[in-house]
């Protein structure tokens, strides 16, 4: 089955497997800043935009993202400067092991896109699907709200 869909501002047209899930897909295709976690849409090690909004890739058929927009954490940066979030994670420590970080970072900048001062309560809702296991969750709030 073929679809198109628009991956990291690039126009891609895939030649899918039946039952393939965007996280496959995306790891297949040298994107490696999704991760495996739990694969069943607990921890957010998977976490992309789509059409905007962050999404567990590991529950999302490759079916489902026809005509859509996609978007991974390799997007944010030219590998000169850093995108905000990321800046912001570094410099606020936020970034430990790196698992979770590239998930938080998308959860994060979907809702700055939605809300552009989001409080500590909208920040907390937004990583909540992001679990960390070495971070304690201030300091990524705290890079969110800076």
Known sequence: MK???TLNNKKIEADIKI???LLEYLRENG????KYGCDNGECGACTVL????AQNSCLMLMHTVNNCKI???????????LHPLQ?????EGAVQCGYCTPGMILSAE?????????DEAEIKDALAGNLC???GYVKPIKAVQK
């Open 3 to 5: 679809i198109q869909f």
């Open 19 to 21: 039952g393939q899930t």
């Open 31 to 34: 994107i490696y800043s999704v």
């Open 50 to 53: 789509v059409n905007g909004k």
């Open 71 to 81: 978007e991974t954490v390799e997007s944010f940066s030219d590998h000169k400067t």
């Open 87 to 91: 800046k912001s994670f570094l410099d």
């Open 110 to 118: 979907a809702l700055i896109r939605e809300k552009t001062n989001p």
């Open 133 to 135: 296991r070495c971070t």
